[in-house]
């Protein structure tokens, strides 16, 4: 004895049927109406301006010669620049692990910044100079230093 179909399953094999028919009847559709997908109909030609076109470029267009010899690929110098120094207060100074954060002046942007890039020892709270440099996980602040330390400044002044 056979089972019967459920509804849902006839329902199923009559639209599986009925877009197989439609797939067949837009074929048939296609051959009819004359339209001949050959090869020779889906070539595209592109021309000197890179205009795409059906027909084929002509032959006899003069093409104008460049001399490889006059293509220049470099870049422009750049006139000599002044080195911005920048200005900024350490934000942070973890000693004991060797790295911290200076806070810039203007933008108020934090830079990172490891002991080995320090030019003079520096505290949290200086105000500092840097200069910045790529890292790997952004801009890293190198040679650090105090902005201004004073010249006439006697280190017997600090004993008493």
């Given at each position: ?10 329902e199923?094999?009559?639209k599986r ?17 004359g ?5 020779e109909?889906?070539?595209?030609y592109?021309?000197?301006?890179g ?13 104008e ?6 293509i220049?690929i470099?870049?422009?110098k750049k006139?000599?620049e ?13 000693t ?9 002046l203007?933008?108020?942007e ?43 400044k ?6 008493t």
């Amino acid at each position: 004895m056979a089972r019967s179909m459920t509804v849902d399953k006839r329902e199923n094999e009559k639209k599986r049927l009925a877009k197989r028919a439609e797939k067949q009847k837009k074929k048939e559709e296609k051959k009819l109406s004359g339209k001949a997908s050959s090869f020779e109909d889906m070539i595209a030609y592109v021309d000197e301006n890179g205009v795409i076109s059906s027909t084929p470029p002509a032959e006899d267009l003069k093409k104008e010669e460049i001399n490889q010899e006059e293509i220049m690929i470099s870049v422009p110098k750049k006139e000599k620049e002044e080195p911005v120094i920048l200005k900024g207060k350490v934000d942070f100074f973890n000693t004991s692990k060797g790295f911290g954060f200076i806070k810039e002046l203007v933008r108020g942007e934090r830079y990172f910044f490891h002991v080995n890039n320090l030019l003079s020892k520096v505290e949290e709270g200086d105000i500092v100079t840097f200069d910045l440099e790529r890292g790997l996980k952004g801009m890293n602040a190198i040679n650090i230093s105090l902005e201004n330390e004073p010249e006439n400044k006697n280190p017997e002044d600090d004993i008493t």
